[in-house]
């Protein structure tokens, strides 16, 4: 039994009076209290066979017929709600690509009133005859927008009724005044009883604002670290030729070539927040063997800082699903877990553990553990004044996981200072 089912059973439960069908709804209610504590998809399909009976039994054909009409119509009632209030456009067409349903968030997205799209091509269906293509040269586009309309979308019909059902897939569609939207739709085929190809559920939303935006901010995020190299490059000329005439252990230029490398980290932060921006969904997604890539990672951290005490405790083998640029994360914890410290020999502990949903690794140092307002990064959502951080580090660690669909909590090191830990799915 499925889900309309139970949506079914509730509804006549509303349905049935209790003065005008009081034996009935008793009957009914005394059916559900009796299979209450059973399994839910049993007790759905219980209530659906008892239902039969007590309506046959306790009913006359009309008055169950009565019963069934009103309700159709209160499910009907409902669903036609929360379409028409619904904040984005839902559409729903025939087998050829006609509108049958217009909500009032699809007349708000593409301009177009219910009146004026009824009957009218929202996708292309089977292919056009020659009265109807002069028919629409005559007529003009209608809201499929003749051959403007991108390829996704025109092509969508066809692949809803070879069995596909479509998530989040961009596209172009023509408004009203003659632009063109950008939009992500979700559609889903419909089907008689038969299995025979009814039409389609169109659910759409308008990005355009966010593409544009996004654009704005790929431009500017791409001047900037150009500048910022090249700067970096002249300013790092400079100081090495003043550092040769200086001592070797000169506090001035060790604070210049500090921030020298703040900087040039955060260019490099900025190139992977825009890598981010651009890969979103499961093409993104990678099976990442984390023990094998802890291992490898951890040694080069042993590299870089030879003085430092790094060590890996892990299983054979640790499967986690993570986005492509989770190592650059892990990387930064491993980092942070050494640069914060100022001990001559860090110690860092790094541990992987799997179970049946997924792995985790947790980072601990001895060093003086993470100020609050870093801590805050890790349970925020957004960036505040009151909760500045000093890098972007912490940032895009969190914003990498959380496009991993994995989880990033912080807490006391049993070394003393932090302990990092990343959740990551199977």
Sequence with gaps: MNRYEEQIVGALFDVVDAEEHGEARRLLMRAYESNATGDRDELIERLVSELVVVLNEELTRREGADVLTDTIGFLLDRFLSVVEVAPVAIVVVGPDGTVQLWNDG???LFGWSESDALGRRFVSGEAETEAEAEAEVDGGAGVDGGAEAADPLESSLQRLRNGERLTG?????????GSLLEVRFWAAPLRDRDGEFTGATYVATDIGERKRREQRLTVLNRVLR??????????????E???ANRPDDDPHVEAMDRRLSSIVDLSEAARQLERLQGSDGEESQTTYDLSSLVEGRAGDLRATHPTADVAVRSPADAEAVAHELFPYALDNVLENAIEHNDSPSPRVRVTVRADRDGASVTVADDGPGL????????????ETKLTHSTGMGLWLVRWIVRASGGELRAAKS??????VTVSLRG
């Design 106 to 108: 699809a007349e708000r």
């Design 169 to 177: 897939v961009e596209a172009r569609h023509p408004h009203r005044d």
């Design 226 to 239: 150009h500048n910022i190299r090249n700067d970096a490059n002249v300013i790092a000329g400079h100081l």
């Design 241 to 243: 030729a003043i550092a």
């Design 371 to 382: 100020p609050p307002h870093e801590r805050e990064v890790l349970t925020r959502s957004d």
């Design 414 to 419: 049993d070394l003393g200072g932090t302990a």
